[in-house]
């Protein structure tokens, strides 16, 4: 079956940087664009950022912008999320998601149809 597994959360301080990963089997990862969201306690969960299959074209959200990277390893089944500069803001459960039904990469949240079980990032201040 199809799996998601998240890692590399952690707490930082303000101004520190993060990089969470994103195993995946079970799909043909090379052929599927991915995305990461996020959800704080309160709220929805947020499209944070999302790449195409060739890693050639990437989308972020306002807030992230100039701050946050999304990459993939095609040959390690493994997506990543480089995240620079963090605020507490940023402190939420990261979650990747896997094969938006339209097969174009994108931040909308039930376009998805595979989801990790999340890993927290905690900034403190």
């Known amino acids: 079956q199809v799996q998601l597994v998240e890692s590399g959360g952690g707490t930082v301080q303000t101004g520190g940087t993060l990089r969470v990963s994103c195993k995946v089997s079970g799909l043909s990862f090379d052929n599927t664009p991915m995305g990461w969201f996020r959800q704080s306690p309160g709220k929805g969960r947020e499209g944070v950022a999302c790449?195409?299959?060739?890693?050639?074209?990437?989308y972020y959200a306002d807030s992230v912008k100039g701050r946050f990277t999304i990459s993939r390893d095609n040959a390690k089944n493994t997506l990543y999320l480089q995240m620079n500069d963090l605020q507490p803001e940023d402190t939420a459960i990261y979650y990747c998601?896997?094969?938006?039904?339209?097969?174009?990469?994108?931040?909308?949240?039930?376009?998805?149809?595979?989801w990790g079980q999340g890993t927290q990032v905690t900034v403190s201040s």
């Open positions: 790449i195409n299959w060739t890693g050639g074209v990437t």
């Open positions: 998601a896997a094969d938006p039904s339209n097969g174009f990469p994108s931040l909308v949240e039930y376009e998805y149809a595979y």
